[in-house]
């Protein structure tokens, strides 16, 4: 892909977040990023004939440590484009953003349907006595397929 079409991924990912694309440098291959409260990264674009893959970095040292999961993506296997690399940037950049992180927000979507069961004050033990009883029918039936 040439550095302008990367440009304009680069733009449109960047309307829907809190990012701007600052600078756009094609002799670099270099694209930097800005947010409020002072977040900044760059992203180096591989050429086209190479076999190179994006390198994301921070010149403060604040946002560089944030960074290591997108690196850390980046250097698993497979090819990513652009817009994969940036969306792990901005997740890896939530809370220095003061945004809740992305996985927290699944887990209480689901923990929200989830009914907890508060145990009966009457019989404490009871509990106790139905799990030895079940643990016990496991170890019998695990038994039972090892003989075999």
């Excluded at 440590?65 to 652009?82: E, R």
């Excluded at 817009?83 to 929200?112: M, N, Q, T």
Aim: proline share 5%.
């Amino acid at each position: 892909m040439d550095f302008q079409q990367l440009a304009d991924v680069a733009e449109k990912w960047c309307s829907s977040t809190p990012f701007e694309l600052i600078a756009a440098e094609e002799t670099e291959r270099r694209m930097d990023f800005y947010a409020d409260p002072g977040v900044s990264f760059y992203v180096l674009c591989p050429d086209n004939g190479c076999g190179d893959s994006f390198h994301v970095w921070s010149e403060s040292e604040d946002c560089l440590p944030f960074l290591q999961l997108a690196q850390d993506y980046i250097s698993s296997c497979g090819k990513k484009t652009l817009h994969e690399v940036l969306e792990k940037v901005f997740k890896s950049f939530r809370p220095l953003l003061g945004l809740p992180d992305a996985d927290d927000d699944a887990f209480e979507e689901y923990s929200a349907d989830v009914e907890e069961e508060e145990p009966e004050a009457d019989h404490p033990q009871m509990g106790v006595t139905l799990l030895r009883k079940s643990m016990t029918e496991e170890k019998r039936s695990l038994h039972c397929l090892c003989t075999f």
